[in-house]
């Protein structure tokens, strides 16, 4: 749950809309005359206090619609929340809410459709015939039953318009379209320019008024893929498990929101409609939005179409009582990934102050920097890796602790471990200042997190969904700087027992995975040059024009020079007290392998004043947190938190970066940590495929992603030599980035409180000068050491054994050397064939031939002058549709679908997008950092903005045909042999498996 800041006075008060506090009601036209009927008035309520400025309306029909105005960009994040989730879902129709989720986004009787009168008897007999399919079990029936259905599907979709919902919110320049389903809810979310709260509207108002399932059955299959990426995650099966066990009787364990296998093969469309119609309904709907936008106008236009939807009873909900658990449920699961342990307590829901304090016990143990966990387990390296984290629902939330053994530690003695910090919390075996410090940095936290619309609107979406007044939502933050030692020591005695959840995750084949079947599709139609009556109606809405607004480098950023090789570049944070400060060194990974392991071993190193663990308590007293990031041509030195802390942090970090006292024993159990990483890396089939796979095959066996010290080499390390690093860092030359309040250089002013007295702000230049230790003289960091790229010039397949359920493929061309003039029509080009739910790619592979859940493609610019530029192109798919899957993927490369309407969608998605996109903050810094890195001085979505509005079909052909078309491909696969297709693969080229070893080095 999103936090907001402590409240020192709530007051609810109940106000009539009005743009300022001297205008008492909001008209929904222009002054009336004598015959105008009388302006509408909009009440809502507020919370004195409130940092949000949250304004609280229900329209007449009982929608709930949160508004909070932040001008930082001309946008607007919004969600439409639905109180129901997976909790909801029927016993025998399990999975039902998350595909309803799916079919929202599919259209109406108006949008998404050519012909609804023709549509609509087919889709009844769709419905008709899975109704007979889910009635028997009959194999031959049901194959017969299944040909029906496809061959309906294909006469129905012929008058579907695909992906209409996702061109109507890309053509308005939206971001983000998605949503997601959980045990309370379904939320839908959107983050649209301003001037398109009209257009958003409309829409969002049109397609919760009225359910049409159309193409439901192949994206019941894309539901399907779904599972399988399920079945293929050993976290989630974990988590899984750990709820059965603690939740016997609720269905936050009884039934999971991705539903069984035999409810997805046996789905119901009427049992969908049902409960559409039982919980999609206004008064138990929220609006929740954040951004740059006018109350008065937004709460009538939000009216003008919500306000349509009628009202209906919800059926109430009883949620099953648990009984207590009287010792251990223990229960393993196996799979391929590294083994780990989860504990899991069982506690109150989300509006119980016992909650509250299970939030604070959390932090206790776990907060990144000085939590028991933190200290006694990851600092001390107890473990290889442990954490806690929360589950906080309506009827009962749960307490997760996990951990990752060390080489040669059992699974028991993490779970030991675990336990004794859980025994210090009872015992109150912590420090009296860690309550205090936790409060402290939790509004600090939350502070930053007002810099987000998404979580401004998440955090309504919150309290909606806890069915939590906003005062009172606002309220637990104040509760909650008020919880004591007490409160913490009887809640943890109360609820941490004898009785929890123990799932042993354990490393090897997972003989109880179910196959999803793959039933025979016949590819529907996607109708992309033609659209409904409704989107045309709604394109044409006139809307005032944005203009987008360029980072000016010269500008918005002020640069002085600390001393020669040292410059510092500055932008004021005018927002808040917090700052970010970083040193960035053009040196790397690359250049010295033992730099990342530098990096790492500063966290467990003391000044000779500190230790580590007290080191990093002081800086959290503080506010304040620091790190040390090596890549592989850039290390990045950083501290953050409170700018009037930023001078005692500053002189805390520099003591620890200039003197930072090595620790022997710290190494050894670093290296040893290292090598179980190491181990464990190649039991992940994401760092395999994405990482190693893709090093290896763009630079050959010895490239950045192999660039590490042996294992030899390792346990040679002496603790001086990578201290000697560190206490080198900040000799060489290097920039200063700063973005927070403080001013550049000093300044006298005069507060209004100040009576009459002048106060002197030290500024960011003399605090620097003050304290960051530099030689007299820089050192010219050493020249870039880049690996060679391969030409990639032979067609081969490298595949990769893995025992999962999918396969997952990634096609990957190798282009030219990064060009910025190329960049506007690689822009265009990946919005239209494979950047969205609206483009080429998604329409083809999964709304039409329903092969994967994840279907991308894109022309990958370099991130660096001088480096290539790659097409990628990746399809995650049930195993034995790989055959379809490639050949599918194959041909939109080689020859690319022509739709002037796409086209037209993607090049307004991205003139909208960079016309209401604003880089502020940090983010100018950084966005300089990347330019530079491109030898650009300018902000390049200048060049974008400018030269797609002439593009054409034409323009992107040619570049297509140059850059894409039968460049030769290697492909890379992961996927578990004895379910790959090896007859397939080998007529996109020369077959090669490759080890483990040889991907990773080691």
Not at 370 to 396: P, W
Not at 501 to 526: E, H, M, N
Not at 720 to 728: E, M, S
Request: proline residues 5%; contains cysteine; charged residues 25%.
């Amino acid at each position: 749950m999103l936090l907001l800041p402590a409240v020192a006075a709530l007051a609810l008060t109940e106000c009539q809309s009005s743009k300022t506090a001297a205008t008492a009601t909001a008209p929904t036209a222009q002054a009336p005359t004598a015959e105008a009927p009388k302006p509408k008035e909009y009440k809502y309520t507020t919370v004195e206090g409130d940092p949000l400025k949250t304004r609280i309306y229900t329209l007449d029909n009982g929608l709930t619609v949160y508004l909070s105005d932040y001008d930082d960009a001309p946008r607007i994040q919004t969600y439409v929340a639905v109180r129901a989730g997976s909790k909801n879902d029927p016993h025998d129709a399990t999975g039902l809410a998350h595909y309803l989720e799916h079919m929202v986004f599919k259209g109406t009787s108006h949008l998404g459709t050519q012909n609804f009168a023709a549509e609509q008897p087919e889709l009844a007999k769709i419905e008709g015939l899975y109704e007979q399919y889910r009635a028997t079990r009959d194999a031959a029936v049901r194959k017969k039953l299944y040909h029906q259905i496809d061959s309906v599907s294909g006469v129905a979709a012929k008058y579907a318009v695909a992906n209409e919902y996702d061109k109507l919110m890309g053509s308005i320049g939206a971001k983000g379209s998605n949503a997601y389903t959980s045990n309370e809810q379904t939320v839908y979310q959107e983050d649209i320019p301003s001037n398109r709260i009209e257009q958003w509207a409309s829409v969002q108002a049109e397609r919760f008024g009225e359910l049409v399932p159309r193409l439901f059955h192949t994206e019941l299959e894309a539901v399907y893929e779904e599972k399988n990426r399920g079945l293929d995650n050993d976290f989630n099966k974990e988590f899984e498990a750990l709820n059965r066990s603690l939740f016997q009787k609720h269905e936050y364990g009884t039934q999971t929101t991705i539903g069984t296998i035999e409810h997805l093969q046996n789905p119901s469309i009427t049992e969908i409609k049902r409960y559409f119609d039982r919980y999609y309904v206004p008064n138990n709907m929220a609006v929740a939005m954040s951004g740059d936008l006018d109350y008065d106008q937004t709460i009538r236009t939000i009216d003008q179409y919500f306000g349509k939807l009628r009202r209906k009873d919800v059926p109430g909900y009883t949620p099953a009582q648990e009984e207590p658990i009287q010792a251990p449920r223990v229960s393993e699961v196996k799979g391929p990934n590294a083994e780990n342990v989860m504990l899991g307590f069982r506690f109150p829901g989300t509006t119980s102050k016992d909650a509250l304090a299970l939030r604070l016990i959390d932090k206790i143990l776990t907060n990144g920097q000085a939590g028991l966990i933190d200290l006694n387990l990851n600092q001390k390296q107890a473990v290889l890796e442990a954490a806690s984290f929360t589950e906080i629902n309506n009827d009962y939330s749960t307490h997760v602790l996990y951990g990752t053994p060390r080489q040669g530690q059992t699974l028991e003695q993490v779970r030991d471990l675990l336990l004794a910090q859980l025994d210090k919390v009872k015992k109150g075996d912590f420090p009296d200042w860690l309550i205090p410090a936790i409060i402290n940095n939790e509004q600090l936290q939350r502070t930053k997190s007002y810099e987000s619309n998404e979580a401004r609107a998440g955090a309504f979406v919150a309290a909606f969904v806890a069915q939590q007044d906003w005062k009172d939502y606002l309220q637990q933050f104040d509760d909650f700087g008020k919880l004591t030692k007490q409160d913490v020591m009887r809640v943890a005695g109360q609820y941490y027992g004898p009785g929890y959840a123990l799932v042993y995750k354990r490393t090897g084949k997972d003989t109880s995975t179910p196959k999803v079947i793959k039933p025979a599709i016949t590819p529907v139609p996607v109708n992309r040059e033609v659209a409904s009556d409704y989107y045309k109606q709604v394109v044409a809405l006139k809307a005032p024009e944005l203009q987008p607004v360029f980072v000016d480098y010269q500008k918005d950023i002020q640069q002085v020079q600390l001393k020669p090789g040292l410059p510092l570049y500055y932008t004021q944070n005018k927002e808040n007290g917090l700052f970010d400060l970083y040193y960035v060194l053009d040196i790397g990974t690359n250049n010295d392998p033992k730099l990342g392991l530098a990096a790492n071993y500063l966290q467990y190193l003391g000044t000779g004043k500190l230790s580590a663990a007290q080191l990093q308590q002081e800086f959290y007293k503080l506010g304040c947190s620091f790190g040390v990031q090596s890549g592989t041509d850039r290390v990045f030195v950083s501290l953050s938190g409170l700018d009037k802390n930023l001078e005692p942090a500053l002189n805390l970090f520099e003591q620890l970066l200039n003197n930072p006292t090595p620790d022997a024993q710290a190494l050894k159990d670093m290296v040893a940590g290292v090598l179980k990483s190491r181990q464990d890396a190649k039991l992940n089939k994401s760092v395999i495929l994405q990482q190693g796979m893709v090093n290896y095959v763009k630079y050959g066996p010895k490239n950045p992603f192999t660039s590490q010290l042996s294992e030899k080499e390792l346990k040679a390390l002496k603790p001086a030599d990578l201290t000697a690093l560190i206490k080198k860092l900040p000799t060489y030359e290097h920039r200063v980035l700063y973005y927070g309040p403080s001013p550049m250089l000093s300044d006298k002013f005069l507060p209004p409180s100040a009576g009459g007295a002048v106060v002197e702000s030290t500024g960011v230049k003399e605090t620097l000068s003050k304290f960051h230790k530099t030689p007299a003289k820089l050192t010219p960091t050493p020249p870039a050491k880049d690996f060679a790229e391969l030409p990639l010039k032979d067609r081969k397949v490298y595949w990769v054994d893995y025992n999962m359920v999918q396969a997952e493929i990634l096609f990957l061309t190798k282009g030219e050397v990064y060009n910025k003039d190329i960049v506007p029509t690689v822009s265009l080009y990946n919005e239209y064939f494979g950047g969205s739910m609206g483009s080429i790619v998604f329409q083809e592979l999964r709304e039409s031939k329903a092969l994967a859940y994840s279907a991308t493609s894109r022309y990958a610019n370099a991130d660096k002058a001088g480096r290539s530029n790659y097409q990628l192109s990746y399809i995650g798919t049930q195993a034995d549709k790989l055959p379809e899957a490639m050949a599918g993927m194959e041909a939109l490369l080689t020859d690319m679908p022509a739709a002037e309407a796409n086209l037209d969608i993607a090049r307004q998605s991205i003139r909208n997008s960079i016309a209401t996109e604003r880089i502020t903050k940090s983010d100018i810094l950084f966005a300089y950092e990347r330019a530079k890195r491109l030898g650009l001085d300018y902000d390049l979505r200048r060049d974008v903005y400018e030269k797609t509005a002439s593009m054409s079909l034409d323009d992107l052909r040619k570049f297509q045909q140059a850059k894409v078309k039968g460049q030769p491909q290697t492909i890379l696969v992961i996927g578990s042999k004895d379910r790959l297709n090896f007859k397939e693969l080998a007529k996109y080229g020369q077959v090669q498996q490759l080890t483990l070893k040889e991907i990773f080095g080691y």
